[in-house]
């Protein structure tokens, strides 16, 4: 780490860096599309400008000194569930691969949670691949506990 | 079923008849606060009022001749992953228990997918607890594949 690391709320100019790191991922890398030093898909820009004009998004990134290091996405969700609770639901998850194993990932994910608790939610939640046994590992680590069955439908 | 059954967006007063199917449930039981015949607890109100308030939030009801047999909430993300794909999390599924096994449950997600699918979504996604066996059976039957563990973290 280069030093003053900085969580924050993402900003425009993150975007091509925060692509960089959901395709270097070994799993996702098939279902983006980067390539360093092209220009952006416009999707990933229009995705970008509808989570950041929605209230109840929140894309985060690590700032290691002017370098994003890392992303995660929370989404505030209420439901009448759980007696009308709150809940936050943490997606897209990435630390680069040469900063993982030392914390980092760790202390953005409880920042992340401090920011749904500040938001008044009783639940987090997340859903992982169930090829990332480390992931699972990790999530355990803080507290997550796998009691659901994530199923997906591609349309 | 009493004849003219619709599938529609849930009104204000439908709120204690979904709270009513939510706490009919054996799982969920102990999270509700429920009691026939007395006034909801003022928190249900004010989760509706959210829900109801937000655009990316739909929330369902079967409508049976006038009575609430079931109730699902659609809510629609955006995400940077996937091409900046916009997804819908289907939660808090549930079909009265006498009317279950019919096909009434299937057709009601299988209308709730083609909403995401209106919206433009790509990935329909649920968590449904590991000890809900039916459940699981239920969603692969519909093409959801349980690909993913899912994780929660209570505050």
Avoid: N
């Avoid at 929140?58 to 929370?74: K, S, Y």
């Avoid at 936050?88 to 920011?115: H, N, P, T, Y």
């Avoid at 999530?139 to 199923?151: D, N, Q, R, S």
Wanted: positive net charge; hydrophobic residues 45%.
């Amino acid at each position: 780490m280069k030093g003053a690391v900085e969580f924050r709320r993402a900003r425009r100019e993150d975007v091509p860096a925060i692509v960089a790191l959901l395709a270097q991922d070994a799993i996702a890398v098939s279902r983006e599309s980067f390539v360093a030093g092209k220009d952006l898909p416009d999707e990933y820009w229009q995705a970008f400008e509808a989570i950041d004009d929605a209230a109840h998004d929140f894309l985060a990134v690590i700032d290691d000194g002017g370098e994003i290091v890392g992303t995660l996405q929370l989404t505030f969700v209420r439901s009448l569930s759980r007696r009308g609770a709150a809940r936050a639901i943490i997606e897209s998850v990435r630390v680069r691969a040469d900063l993982r194993g030392q914390g980092l990932g760790q202390k953005f994910v409880v920042w992340a949670i401090d920011r749904a608790r500040s938001r008044g939610c009783r639940v987090v939640q997340l859903t992982t691949d169930k090829r990332r046994t480390d992931a699972h590992r990790f999530y355990a680590k803080l507290g997550f506990a796998a009691t659901h069955e994530g199923m997906k439908l591609e349309l």
